[in-house]
């Protein structure tokens, strides 16, 4: 079906022609919109939501901002044992208000949506779907795109099929940041990023909580010692961590939660529920240009292409559902589309991410099964991060380690994990040692500063050799 | 009487400690000296001790940041427990029985004595002479240097020998020097509470440093209250009623304590260089990539002039057991990439060599920096996230030779950088990596933009 056919099947009211339309404003969507739009095309850029999207309203920004007080109320607690007394009353209205004023402008996205017009962009507020190749309808105006659409229409949260859940009134990411009284007891379904992180947060705040993980450990797609240590750390702190969690079903009797949990039965006055996320794909028009509407990603060629005249990017894609991947494909996605030959190409071999815990899991590429799983010959380092002499300077809070799974036979690294206060930094040498496939033996012939963390992965590096 | 032995280190530093040890395990006939104690400097009067200190000081200045962030804090700094942690679990009280134990097991012959050369494979050590077949190795350190200010030598000033071993605290403290021991140990003091002020002679403090790197800490000093003296030029100090009062030009200032932390002075000039015929009043040992300082002799450590930092000391250590073992198993040494980190919060690390140095040798020199604006993870940390990343890349060659990275954990983002340094990594290669979100290594990203622009 051409766009003209497309046209007259919603009524024949006339098309705006457009070089592109962005569909999707999240970090990526919108980086793209602006840098086509200053490189003179004539964009237009659809969202129902906010501005910016997920990431600075409900996801990285504000969760960000409750571990950072979080953070000082932990280093706060450890005066005790290394440099006084210290007496520390938390307010999370603090951190409320900070996120609230200074992270999200209350929900708004007035400045988001300036700047994307400054830029160029014309912006429209709504509901878009795919019309047919090259053509978005939102709202009943029809945007014709010459040289065509990209889809970033990124994640919800999901939410998995327990018994009485859909009935109660339970949070996601997108309602816990906005919370300005803490409950005193909340429980968590999913320990992955997001419930581990807000579970130590909350616990951090005096609140009562209780983590429940179907898989066998938190964390399931991290190292196992990193999984380990984050449940260990968590725990020690009041958090209670259940794995292997079969709720049976949920309920809210007006005041609490009660969740049946085998012969458990958990009541809690909130329930978070971050049990991953679902794809935006079924509601935008897919089937019209032929593509299925019950995807769960959109598959894409290294320069961000679905099919002619359609491009995708960030979490629909599939290759990691983080902000940092979302900006590296607009990137390659505004190079494709201006038409440069010789543009990015897109490789995920190095896709770093962070769990902001404490300890922070940084980790890189592939973990050590994802490594034999492919069949390479693979020889792994580890190194323990307490008893570097950093760590045992650092002492309270300094637990961590570093781990490397080296291509034996071509002697660079396929994947690392650094687990530690501030592990996401060092994650930055393992990533780029993963990116640039810099040789083992160049990685183990540097100069380490003294008395730094990153000498724990000197230690695993050097852990390697010996095996 | 000489006592024939394969090889004897004089000076048992990190550095030394290791070749000696590491000889004696592969088989040698090993005699080790030292006059004070095995181990050395880092262990018992510097690195170790002194970042208890800071994570001490930086435990309190996260607590006083919490009405900031997340509710009201009582903060009541105490300093026992840093004077009991850095005497019990870092020093054993300044006694290095457990280390001499080590050494002793591992093989070694130690002697405690000041010793010396006395003609090539010859030491003097307490009346006996040890005759080295195959090595001399020399790792004899640095020690504080006093400036020469009038009045100064009369008085009971500290140095960070006498700063590591304090129990209890000054109300004021005058530090001379804003190098890296002077303003982390000024930032520490400052965080328990006594009243500090620094005089450096220079510019700028931590002048060794990129200048926007000294400005970024400057200012944090002035925020917490720490006076600094930039270009003071002290022409007198004295010592009466308790109190240090320090004369400069137009202005004097007292306290109840000095710290002198002007630079340190390698340990060269009473060793019997003379006897092998070196220059006693070197600044430095000359070696070659293997350490080699002349026949059957090598140095390491401090007095090789190739930077005062432990690992620089332990790189060289490898190196010169290889060399002496015959192995060559370890590369010859290369100084590109040598990493340092200034543990003042921020942070900051460095490495290779500072923009000013790049445009003196003549290097067509690109600089990317992250400049004036946060990085979102510094907006997010709020309190404490001053961060900044600089690098000067080689514009010929499309590679860094130098960064810098400041910020609560540039120490860390350092690593990043060396790795991109030491393996001369090209600048396209770094701007096509992905970097996580929100990480305040992210920094390094824009700056290689940066450089682009």
């Avoid at chain 1, 007080?69 to 208000?97: D, N, Y």
């Avoid at chain 1, 494909?329 to 995920?348: F, K, M, N, T, W």
Wanted: proline letters at 4%; hydrophobic letters at 45%; aromatic letters at 4%.
């Amino acid at each position: 079906m051409t766009a003209a056919e497309h046209l007259a099947s919603t009524g024949g009211r006339a098309a705006t022609e457009v070089d592109v339309v962005v569909l999707g404003l999240g970090p990526g969507g919108r980086s793209l919109a602006s840098a086509l739009a200053s490189e003179g095309l004539d964009v237009v850029g659809v969202e129902e939501h906010l501005v910016g999207g997920e990431c600075p309203f409900y996801g990285c920004t504000p969760s960000k901002m409750m571990v950072r007080a979080a953070e000082a109320l932990a280093e706060a607690r450890r005066v005790t044992e290394l440099a006084g007394t210290a007496t520390v009353v938390p307010r999370w209205a603090q951190v409320a208000e900070r996120i609230s004023s200074e992270a999200t402008s209350g929900w708004n996205d007035d400045d988001e949506v300036s700047a994307l017009k400054a830029a160029g962009v014309t912006f429209v507020r709504g509901h878009g779907r795919l019309a047919g190749p090259r053509t978005v309808a939102v709202d009943g105006s029809t945007y014709v795109a010459r040289r065509g659409v990209v889809l970033a229409t990124g994640t919800a949260p999901g939410a998995p099929p327990i018994d009485g859940l859909a009935k109660t009134p339970y949070w996601t990411n997108r309602d816990v940041v906005k919370v300005t009284e803490l409950p005193s007891s909340l429980a968590v379904i999913g320990g992955g990023a997001i419930g581990a992180e807000l579970c130590q947060v909350f616990g951090r705040f005096g609140v009562s909580v209780t983590l429940l993980e179907a898989e066998p450990r938190i964390l399931s797609e991290a190292e196992p010692e990193a999984s380990g240590l984050v449940a260990e750390t968590i725990a020690e702190e009041g958090v209670e961590v259940i794995t292997g969690a079969a709720i049976d079903r949920v309920d809210h009797d007006g005041k609490a939660f009660v969740l049946a949990v085998g012969d458990r039965t958990i009541t809690s006055d909130r329930l978070l529920v971050a049990a991953g996320r679902d794809s935006n794909l079924s509601d935008i028009g897919l089937p019209s240009v032929g593509l299925d509407d019950d995807l769960s990603v959109l598959e894409t060629d290294d320069r961000m292409r679905v099919a002619d005249g359609l491009w995708a990017l960030g979490d629909i894609t599939g290759k990691g559902a983080y902000t940092s991947v979302a900006h590296y494909q607009s990137h390659i996605a505004a190079a494709a589309i201006l038409g440069r030959e010789d543009g990015p190409v897109a490789d995920y071999r190095a896709v770093p991410h962070v769990t902001f815990t404490d300890p922070e899991i940084g980790a890189v590429g592939l973990t050590e099964d994802a490594a034999r799983a492919t069949g390479v010959r693979v020889q792994v380092g580890f190194a323990d991060m307490a008893s570097s002499p950093r760590g045992w300077i650092h002492k309270t809070g300094n637990r961590g380690f570093v781990k490397v799974v080296e291509d034996a036979d071509a002697q660079v690294l396929l994947g690392a994990t650094v687990a530690g206060p501030m592990a996401g930094e060092l994650l930055a040498h393992l990533t780029l040692a993963v990116h640039a496939r810099i040789p083992v033996a160049s990685l183990a012939s540097m100069i380490y500063a003294f008395p730094t963390f990153s000498e724990t992965v000197d230690e695993a590096l050097k852990s390697l050799a010996d095996r | 009487m000489s006592t024939q032995v394969d090889v004897v280190v004089l000076g048992l530093g990190p550095g030394g400690e290791y070749v000696a040890t590491e000889l004696a395990k592969a088989g040698l006939v090993v005699a080790a000296i030292d006059k004070h104690l095995a181990g050395g400097e880092c262990p018992y009067y510097g690195c170790i001790p002194t970042k208890m200190m800071v994570r001490a000081a930086a435990v309190l200045a996260e607590g006083h940041r919490i009405p900031d962030l997340a509710g009201t804090s009582t903060i009541a700094a105490d300093w026992a427990p840093v004077a009991r942690r850095i005497s019990d679990e870092a020093t054993t009280d300044w006694n290095d029985e457990a280390a001499v134990d080590r050494l002793v097991d591992s093989g070694v012959t130690f002697v405690r004595g000041h010793g010396r050369l006395a003609g090539p494979g010859a030491v003097e050590v307490a009346g006996e002479t040890f005759q080295a077949s195959r090595a001399v190795v020399l790792n004899t350190g640095t020690e504080p240097v006093e400036p020469s200010i009038p009045g100064l030598h009369e008085t009971p000033y500290w140095t960070n020998r006498d700063a590591v071993q304090l129990k209890e605290l000054p109300a004021s403290l005058i530090v001379i020097g804003g190098g890296a021991i002077g303003a982390e140990l000024a930032q520490a003091f400052r965080r328990f509470g006594v009243s500090v002020t620094v005089l450096e002679g220079g510019e700028r403090i931590l002048a060794l440093e990129e200048p926007e790197a000294s400005a970024i800490v400057a200012e944090t000093f002035d925020g917490a209250g720490i006076k600094v003296v930039t270009k003071a030029n002290a022409t007198h100090v004295r010592y009466a009623d308790e109190q240090f009062t320090v004369t400069l030009d137009g202005q004097s200032l007292s306290a109840e304590r000095l710290l002198v932390a002007t630079g340190r002075r390698p340990n060269l000039a009473d060793i019997g260089l003379d006897t092998v015929g070196l220059d006693p009043e070197a600044k430095a040992l000359d070696v070659d990539d293997r350490l080699a300082a002349g026949p059957g002799l090598w140095a390491l450590g401090d007095i090789t002039g190739k930077g005062g930092f432990t690992h620089v000391s332990m790189y060289q250590a490898a190196i010169v057991v290889s060399s002496i073992l015959g192995d060559n198993a370890v590369a010859a040494a290369d100084y590109r990439a040598v990493p340092r980190v200034t543990f003042t919060d921020p942070e900051v690390g460095s490495v290779g060599i500072t923009e000013a140095q790049a445009r003196e040798r003549g290097i067509s020199v690109r600089v990317g920096s992250t400049g004036a604006g946060p990085s979102t993870r510094a907006w997010i940390h709020g309190a404490g996230g001053a961060e900044l990343v600089k690098l000067v890349e080689d514009a010929d060659r499309g590679v860094l030779v130098g960064a810098t990275a400041v910020g609560p954990y540039g120490g860390e983002v350092l690593s990043a950088l060396t790795v991109a340094v030491h393996g001369e990594v090209p600048t396209a290669r770094l701007a096509s990596m992905i970097y996580a979100y929100p990480t305040f290594h992210r920094a390094i990203e824009a700056a290689v933009k940066d450089l682009a622009t």
